[in-house]
């Protein structure tokens, strides 16, 4: 059987991402933009680490959930973030459901973006990115819908740029990829596409004091104080 690698690990995906980033960068158009760069929680965070360590840069979050169903909960039928941010499935595949279900599923995705954001937040900086260059990183994008909240999220708060980035993303969602942001940087582009997993050699479950301890750590290291 032909292996699908093509990362070692999710630290491999980020710097690997910081290479292509620090070239794409030097453009006139954002290389004088101060930089934050902005992780999906949990996987995102150990790929955004290096990226923000190699940008020299502030590392935080945001909190996108994805909105499903009980019967099938790998399903997205949208995504949500803590701030409240909403975006659906163009799919329509919860068919006739009333507003009351579709209220509740996205109330529980909501709770649930809320809860981690709650847990996380601590090891941020309170950074205001209006006029920077947002960089927002996941470890992979399957169906976009996470990554797509945050972004729409992220544009309320006035950056002067927002570059979508991800080590690996089906080649069919690229061109919306891009109309979500100013710019879509993604490592590989494979046209058959089942997990983002499939793409790593080690791709385990990361904790949330394993996401919290990465993100005290680099905060810590950038605080100039």
């Known amino acids: ?8 690990d999710r630290a491999d995906a980020g710097n690997q991402l910081a290479r292509r980033l620090l070239s794409l960068i030097t453009e006139a158009e954002v290389s004088l933009l101060p930089r934050i760069v902005y992780a999906l929680p949990r996987g995102g965070i ?3 680490a290096p990226i923000a ?7 935080d979050i945001i ?12 399903l997205a039928l949208g995504a949500v973030t803590s701030e409240g941010n909403v975006i659906w499935s163009h799919q329509k595949l919860w068919g006739g459901a009333n507003s009351a279900w579709r209220q509740t599923a996205l109330d529980y995705a909501r709770d649930k973006a809320n ?10 900086q309170k950074e205001n990115p209006q006029g920077k260059l947002a960089v927002l990183v996941d470890d992979g994008i399957a169906t976009g819908m996470t990554i797509a909240a945050a972004a729409q999220a992220l544009k309320t708060h006035q950056p ?4 979508i980035c991800a080590p690996v993303a089906p080649d069919s969602l690229i061109p919306w990829l891009e109309g979500l942001c100013d710019r879509a940087v993604i490592l590989h582009t494979p046209d058959i596409f089942l997990s983002v997993s499939r793409f ?3 791709f385990p479950q990361i904790t949330t004091q394993e996401a919290l301890l990465y993100l005290q750590e680099h905060n810590r290291l950038s605080d100039p104080g």
């Open 1 to 8: 059987m032909l292996s699908t690698s093509l990362f070692c």
């Open 46 to 48: 150990p790929v955004a």
């Open 53 to 59: 360590r190699h940008l020299g840069c502030p590392l």
């Open 63 to 74: 909190v996108a959930k994805k909105i499903t169903t009980i019967q099938n909960p790998e």
């Open 115 to 124: 809860a981690q954001k709650a847990e996380l937040s601590i090891g941020c």
């Open 160 to 163: 002067g740029q927002i570059w």
């Open 200 to 202: 790593y050699d080690k």
